[in-house]
């Protein structure tokens, strides 16, 4: 198979196509870099927690390192408790990281759990970085990455015991999503999805949660449309958690750092006006 070949199979839309070429090309991104660089391990997804106030009072001079520390300790938070929600992994087991980024969550898990951790990206650029930090950290054996699409990913049925999407169900219908993971589990296998969702309980997508898919080219899902995409393919939520609030302190950190992307203005009105929520949900294959 060429690789033109393998992107045709990959890549079916236009849109996907576009999602790819955004992440691809996106190989300076020092809000996530810098971050990174703290300690190896590569983030896409955002914070929870609290702030330690002392990382502003300190010295002026070192406050924007501490800051960026803080805001990595914030998403290495966010990283603890989704893969708290997993349930018991044991060494034999096989989980999946679906749209994996630079792999930082992959190399968590495997720490963690010491199992065989697969993840997947349809930009190739962070397969082959992530796949290079599985080298240099001699893990090459148990994580792995592939350049393949969530909605069909290729992976057995039934052989993954745990999934987890860390923001990145706002690319995918839902619906074709969870079919794809529920196919890949075991009757008991589980779930994990944190995203953020616009609220369809006060109505319509706001002009915050609009700017939100424009700037990251994504289309944010309301709230109700996840639980019937579990409900329709036999997911059953075990755990829901609002995460706003313990988000909304990440987000006024990062606005006052070096690494703003000037995004952080229009998740802090989403959030504050509650039209844009960040939740984590945990299900179980029935
Ligand atoms: C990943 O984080 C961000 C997304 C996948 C976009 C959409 C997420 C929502 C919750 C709407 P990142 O770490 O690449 O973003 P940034 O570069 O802004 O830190
Ligand atoms: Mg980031």
Known sequence: MTMTDARDEVLTTDYQRAVAN?????RTDRVNLALGEIDGFYHHHYGVG????????????????????ELHRLEHAQADLLLDHLGPI????SLLDSGSGRGGLSFLANQRFGCRVDGISISRYQV?????????????????FYFRNMLHSGFADGSKRGIWTDETTMYVDLFEAFAEFSRMLPRGGRYVCITGCYNDSLGEKS????????????????????????AANNLVPV?????TDATIPYWELREKSSIAT????????????????????????I
């Open 50 to 69: 609290a702030v330690d106030p002392s990382v502003l009072e300190g010295p002026a001079e070192t406050r924007d390192e501490r800051t960026l520390r």
């Open 128 to 144: 082959d970085f992530a796949t290079q930090q599985a080298a240099e950290r001699g893990v090459s054996d148990q994580v792995s």
């Open 239 to 243: 755990n829901v958690f609002d995460l």
């Open 22 to 26: 955004w992440w691809d090309t996106r």
């Open 90 to 93: 044991g060494p034999d087991d």
């Open 262 to 285: 000037g995004i952080e203005a229009a998740f802090l009105e989403g959030y504050r006006e509650r039209s844009f929520q960040y939740l984590l949900i945990a299900a179980d294959k």
């Open 207 to 230: 002009d915050a949660v609009n700017t939100i898919d424009a700037h990251y080219t994504c289309r944010v899902h309301p709230r109700s449309r996840y639980f019937a995409a579990l």
